[in-house]
């Protein structure tokens, strides 16, 4: 019994796979009435690749998220393997009040070799109040420089997305392995 709960606890904290619990992360809200972006919907196929943004309502159509699928991104749905011909429903929906989405179907794997990359811009409506009075952080700036996108791996577990980063003030970025639930945050 205790050999596997070493094993299950050392799974969860390999090095350089930091995993951390919602209340862990300072999450990036929205400013308080910023207009809510609507999700969106697409097919997606091995064929073609294809680019999907995700705007706020608002005069100026400010973008959200962008999501760009390569050709040849689908590996597989439910544990099933797709080829070159397949295609899949794929459906993106903003967290609401916060930076982040759900990507569904959640058991779509991406190939290695050609992930989806997707952006969140926040230059605009992010709350970076959130991190005033951080123990973590000195300046909103500090905190905005740590943000990544996160994934969730398991019932309130998170890791960094691959090949996330920070532009500062303005976004991030990482490129997708699965489907599933991310969000915009930094440790607390």
């Known amino acids: 019994?205790?050999?596997g709960l070493l094993a299950a606890c050392e799974q969860?904290?390999?090095v350089g796979d930091l995993t951390l619990?919602?209340?862990?992360?300072l999450i990036l809200p929205q400013q308080v009435g910023t207009p809510a972006p609507s999700?969106?919907?697409?097919?997606v196929t091995n064929a073609l690749g294809i680019t999907k943004v995700i705007t706020h309502p608002d005069p100026t159509l400010t973008s959200y998220l962008e999501i760009d699928i390569r050709a040849g991104?689908?590996?597989?749905?439910a544990g099933q393997t797709l080829g070159?011909?397949?295609?899949?429903?794929?459906?993106?929906?903003?967290?609401?009040?916060?930076?982040?989405?759900i990507l569904t179907p959640a058991d779509l794997d991406f190939t290695d070799a050609f992930r989806p990359?997707?952006?969140?811009?926040?230059?605009?409506?992010g709350d970076f109040s959130v991190a005033d009075g951080s123990a973590t952080y000195s300046s909103r700036d500090a905190y905005a420089a740590a943000l990544d996108l996160w994934e969730e791996i398991g019932i309130d577990r998170w890791r960094t997305a691959a090949e996330s980063r920070s532009s500062g003030t303005d976004q991030v970025s990482?490129?997708?392995?699965?489907?599933?639930?991310?969000?915009v945050a930094a440790p607390r």
Request: aromatic share 14%; no cysteine; hydrophobic share 50%.
């Open 1 to 3: 019994m205790l050999i």
């Open 12 to 14: 969860v904290t390999s």
């Open 21 to 25: 619990s919602t209340a862990e992360l």
């Open 39 to 43: 999700g969106g919907s697409l097919w």
């Open 73 to 77: 991104a689908l590996a597989s749905l």
């Open 84 to 101: 070159p011909d397949d295609s899949v429903f794929v459906a993106v929906s903003p967290r609401s009040g916060a930076y982040g989405f």
């Open 117 to 125: 990359s997707v952006t969140l811009f926040f230059a605009r409506y």
């Open 174 to 183: 990482a490129s997708l392995e699965t489907g599933g639930d991310f969000l």
